[in-house]
């Protein structure tokens, strides 16, 4: 398609509790991007991977966030043990190419709401 | 490190007013800048996407520039109408050494168009 599908829209998850997030790329964007909004605007990278494999995941807290994009499957986030500062929009987005030279950019998708209670 | 930064972050202007919205980088050595458009409780929509060998892009009423010298970018937006109500960031990609990376955000600026 050429929407980058976010599942669920909202999740809500007691403390403790797992949290798994879902993206669809665009048919044909090999690249996917994984960010945490917080406070309003604040967009925070967490980890991008080329197909299937993990690309850079510098921004990925190690403890409890782990992530997967499996050959004919959706990506997933998941969060284990989540915790009240978990809450947050969870954007992922796609991108076809990251050739300095790309002219298309990066599409995101709507976003998945967590909240942790 | 890449900085990217907005002002105003907040900005209220009647009906039929153009304006100019500012993002400001830190490194102007960018492959490019892209301009995005949140509204409230939805995702990101892409407006204008400017290669660092432009100097700006125009879609309909919206026309963004680029001045990587100075590390600026406006975006234009003409004759605005209370539709144009939303938070706008721009972002820039960080550099892999030859390919693109993860975007650095700006953290937006909040207009409201008033009928």
């Known amino acids: 398609g050429e929407e980058v599908a976010q599942t669920p829209k909202h999740l809500v998850r007691g403390e403790g509790q797992k949290a798994k997030l879902y993206c669809a790329p665009i048919?044909?964007?090999?690249?996917v991007f994984w960010y945490q909004q917080v406070l309003k605007n604040e967009f925070k990278f967490l980890i991008s991977?080329?197909?299937?494999?993990?690309?850079?995941e510098t921004g990925m807290p190690k403890e409890r966030f782990s992530a997967k994009c499996l050959p004919n499957s959706p990506c997933s986030l998941e969060i284990q043990a989540t915790k009240l500062e978990d809450s947050a929009v969870y954007f992922c987005?796609?991108?076809?190419?990251?050739?300095?030279?790309?002219?298309?950019?990066?599409?995101f998708g709507s976003g998945t709401r967590l909240t942790v209670v | 490190k890449q900085e990217v930064t907005q002002i105003p972050a907040a900005l209220s202007v009647p009906e039929g007013e153009n304006l100019v919205l500012n993002c400001s980088f830190t490194?102007?050595?960018?492959?490019?800048l892209q301009w995005f458009r949140q509204d409230p409780g939805k995702g990101l929509t892409s407006l204008l996407l400017?290669?660092?060998?432009?100097r700006e892009q125009t879609s309909g009423r919206l026309n963004a520039s680029l001045d990587k010298s100075s590390g600026r970018s406006t975006l234009y937006i003409a004759a605005s109408q209370p539709g144009d109500s939303a938070t706008y960031l721009c972002?820039?990609?960080?550099?892999?050494?030859?390919?693109?990376?993860?975007?650095?955000f700006g953290k937006g600026t909040k207009l409201s168009v008033k009928p």
């Open positions: 991977f080329q197909n299937e494999n993990v690309f850079d």
């Open positions: 490194d102007s050595a960018i492959y490019n």
């Open positions: 972002a820039v990609p960080i550099d892999y050494g030859g390919s693109q990376g993860n975007l650095i």
């Open positions: 987005a796609s991108s076809q190419s990251i050739s300095a030279r790309d002219r298309d950019g990066y599409t």
């Open positions: 048919k044909g964007h090999s690249y």
């Open positions: 400017i290669q660092s060998s432009q």
